[in-house]
């Protein structure tokens, strides 16, 4: 018997479904976006925003607890892709580093 790869699940990291605050910092630019997180797996994220981020932009991202405690998430990241539906931007990005 064969596997059919082309309609397994490729991903490492299973994938949550989150709408979380989240404020992204271009790193060494000091320009901030903000947006919701809708997703968040072991290795990267989906961030809606309505600022344009272009693929390989590195990000310092951090992701707020629900009740204003220190931040749940803090990484470092980079776009992976973004997809554009009229003014809200669909942000891939992979986790490269936690940071503390």
């Known amino acids: 018997m064969t596997v059919d790869r ?3 699940e490729k991903r490492d990291f299973i ?3 989150i709408d979380t605050p989240l404020r992204a910092q271009i790193s060494g630019e000091g320009v901030a976006a903000e947006g919701l997180c809708h997703e968040l797996s072991g290795g990267g994220m989906q961030l ?8 390989g932009t590195e990000l310092e991202v951090t ?8 931040p749940t998430l803090k990484a470092k990241t980079h776009v992976v892709r973004t997809e554009t539906d009229g003014k809200v931007h669909r942000v891939g990005l992979e986790i490269l580093e936690i940071l503390h």
């Open 6 to 8: 082309a309609h397994q």
């Open 15 to 17: 994938r949550m479904k």
């Open 48 to 55: 809606a925003t309505e600022h344009y981020l272009e693929p």
């Open 63 to 70: 992701i707020s607890a629900e009740h204003g405690q220190t």
